[in-house]
């Protein structure tokens, strides 16, 4: 009876690292994979959604943002002025995940009400969130190439010359 407990605390043991194995390289790696995402729009008309889609042919940075997240407060000035400085080469989506609370004055005080916002889907608001890498928290930035492959996700808060960085890695693409 012993024995039995012990293969089944090792079996589940064995399990829970593969899997923390598995989701640290998905998140972490950087490696291209395939995704989209089809998320309710937020501050559009009832109805809107907000699609990779949408952006065929054009790169796209996704990232998430919650107000309850510091450092996304930080971040969102930065993101803002990348939006507007890549207009025209690269898409910024900001998505609300994991959200308990009320996102529009983090949005309104950090000036991104201007561009596109989505909502992230599921129980607990966090399904693309998960798909791109997502596991602790946030923030979180997903960056997609032309194609709609995911090439690259960034588990940390990123200042303007990171994001601008990491956007010149990616997609070959320098600011305006």
């Known amino acids: 009876m012993v024995v039995g407990v012990v293969a089944t605390g090792v079996a589940i043991l064995v399990g829970v690292i593969v899997a923390a194995v598995v989701l640290k390289d998905d998140g972490a790696s950087g490696e291209a994979s395939e995704g989209s995402f089809d998320l309710p729009a937020l501050e559009a008309p009832e109805g809107e959604r907000v699609t990779l889609a949408d952006y065929e042919g054009t790169p796209v940075v996704v990232n998430f943002f919650a107000s309850w997240c510091p450092t996304c407060d930080q971040e969102l000035p930065d ?53 791109v890498g997502g596991a602790v928290g946030l923030p979180i930035t997903a960056f997609y190439d032309a194609e709609g492959d995911l090439v690259h996700t960034e588990l940390q808060g990123m200042t303007l010359a990171t994001l601008q960085e990491q956007i010149r890695q990616s997609f070959g693409v320098a600011p305006a």
């Open 79 to 131: 993101f803002n002025t990348a939006a507007d400085e890549y207009a025209g080469e690269v898409e910024f989506v900001f998505v609300n995940a994991l959200e308990n609370a009320d996102w529009k004055p983090m949005a309104e005080r950090n000036g991104i009400l201007d561009n596109t916002l989505a909502k992230d889907v599921g129980p607990d608001n966090n399904e693309l969130y998960l798909e």
